[in-house]
């Protein structure tokens, strides 16, 4: 199968590649995908005031798995939690163009976020406004 | 060193130039029909024909005569497996074969499963051979086919074919073997493993695409098929059709060939299979060898690189030309039911990757090889979560993942 040139790009410069501390103040993490599944994506937003200042990626999985998460922190970055929560698989489809049977890897992305977004919403509500990064280890 | 580099020979191989070179005439001059028996133009057919059907029978220690052309290995294991199934089945119903076939097999045997043949699949040890004993236990009085591959395609096993044999003689049960990833890459000998067919091909011996043969035994016992394709009786009726003559002349060569050279390129490509399997896991770990470690096809290396996918490696070099067990390069997508077959878990399955060297590989494309897979598999862990959390001392075994 022929890939097209956005996810060679992405396979090949990983945009956002790395992790944040779970534990870290304003970050929310998601993990979905099993390996026995062939993908794995864990996608991290961390939060200021209510905006994605900074999103990571780590992604088990094929080269359009990979673009997927890795346009996604893209994305990301800059919106509030709200509009993240807009973002849809068929976008990410659109701007890579991927083929029908790599459709499922944009719904990885698109669960990815909402899982890292009702992580950093969990987190919030479990500690109102931690003022101090006393909590964090 | 050119690029791409071939190392995909267990899904096809090119045509030795020799071969080319021994078709050439046989496309213009000698353009007759070999069934042509009344002019000079069908005799000269006849005798290309003629000469190819004793290379290829002396490359198995078969008579000509037992050779019947068809258009691959496909067509002759279905040939062999409905063949006798169609000729013999009064006598009973029951086939026995392996869970690791070629899809030629296992579709084959699935076809008839639905028209109401029993069919035993045996598993395979976890380094991917037929127990011939569970091949003794499966028999009932009802069996009339054991059919068991020679070597595999995805991780090289080399079965113990002439054990199989010795029980099927004994039980007076026919025994049809697929030898079309073991034919001319190891000594084969079909009075040795007392098999009665055997299916091979062309493209995988540097032949050309679209022939292959079925070979069908004469003597102890005489085999007997329903032919599937009928018109004109050519193969003793078992096969009909026109011979296509420069094929044929090409497999011959391609077997004179590999009867030539077998033991020289045996030896050439262990030496760069192991080269390969070293260079890789001296500079990276949790590399791990699918199959048999020496009962193995000699250009057949299996890996399955831990925490990184098999599609996405195959994308980080792509100027190699490999193939993996991972889902994603599979229309079904599911991993590979051979790695499974073996015990393997899913994760690993999607993980594997298949060299297969070949006649035409250098030390230097394995060389390179070698050098362009550590880097993408170590670009690729340094992506993976799995990779992050194990070396977290997180047992990926115990983490609920949300499957999809």
């Known amino acids: ?137 | 060193m050119k690029l791409p580099i071939y190392l995909d020979n267990h899904s096809t191989t090119p045509c030795d130039p020799r071969v080319v070179e021994a078709m050439l005439p046989y496309f213009t001059e000698k353009f007759g029909n070999s069934a042509s028996r009344n002019h000079s133009f069908g005799w000269a057919s006849e005798e290309g024909v003629d000469t190819a059907r004793k290379q290829i029978a002396k490359l198995i220690h078969a008579d000509p005569k037992e050779i019947v052309f068809t258009s691959g290995a496909t067509e002759s294991d279905n040939l062999a497996i409905k063949g006798v199934l169609e000729m013999y089945r009064e006598k009973g119903d029951h086939i026995i074969t392996s869970s690791t076939e070629h899809r030629a097999v296992i579709d084959t045997t699935k076809a008839l499963e639905k028209k109401g043949v029993k069919v035993t699949y045996l598993d395979v040890g976890k380094d991917g051979m037929v127990n011939p004993e569970d091949v003794r236990n499966a028999i009932t009085e009802k069996t009339i086919l054991i059919s068991i591959m020679l070597a595999n395609n995805e991780i090289g096993t080399i079965n113990p074919i002439k054990e199989i044999g010795k029980i099927a003689k004994e039980k007076g049960i026919l025994f049809h073997c697929d030898a079309t990833q073991g034919v001319g890459k190891i000594p084969v000998d079909v009075q040795e493993l007392g098999v009665d067919l055997m299916a091979f091909t062309s493209h995988k011996i540097y032949g050309p695409k679209g022939i292959g043969a079925l070979y069908v035994r004469r003597k102890g016992p005489r085999v007997r098929l329903e032919p599937m394709i009928h018109g004109g009786g050519h193969e003793r009726g078992m096969r009909s059709g026109t011979i296509p003559v420069p094929l044929v002349v090409g497999f011959g060569k391609a077997c004179e060939l590999c009867e030539q050279e077998m033991d020289a390129e045996a030896e050439r490509l262990i030496k760069l299979r192991d080269r390969l399997e070293e260079g890789i896991t001296k500079e990276l770990e949790e590399v791990y060898l699918n199959g048999h470690r020496t009962e193995r096809l000699p250009g057949n290396l299996n890996l399955s690189f831990a925490y990184v996918e098999g599609e996405a490696l195959l994308m980080g070099v792509k100027e190699i030309a490999l193939s993996s067990g991972s889902a994603c390069t599979s229309a079904t997508l599911e991993p590979s039911y051979v790695l499974r077959a073996l015990g393997v878990g899913s994760d690993l399955a999607h993980s594997s990757i298949r060299f297969g060297l070949g006649r035409f590989n250098t030390a230097e494309e394995v060389e390179y090889t070698i050098d362009r897979m550590v880097k993408a598999v170590n670009h690729l862990r340094a992506m993976s979560p799995l990779y992050e959390m194990a070396k977290d001392g997180v047992d990926l075994s115990t983490v609920q993942w949300a499957a999809h």
């Open chain 1, 1 to 137: 199968m022929a890939y097209s040139e956005k996810v060679i790009d992405h396979y090949n410069n990983p945009r956002n590649m790395g992790s944040f501390k779970k534990e870290e103040e304003g970050v929310g993490t998601g993990i979905v995908g099993a390996p026995e599944c062939g993908d794995v994506m864990k996608l991290q937003i961390k939060v200021e005031n209510d905006t994605i200042v900074d999103a990571k990626f780590k992604t088990f999985g094929c080269g359009s798995a990979i673009a997927s998460s890795s346009l996604a922190t893209e994305w990301l970055k800059g919106k509030t939690v709200e509009e993240a929560g807009n973002i849809k698989n068929t976008e990410i489809v659109q701007e890579l163009n991927l083929p029908p049977v790599k459709i499922h890897c944009s719904v990885l992305a698109e669960d990815a976020i909402k899982s890292a977004l009702n992580d950093y919403k969990k987190k919030a509500e479990e500690s109102p406004k931690v003022e101090s990064v006393a909590t964090s280890s």
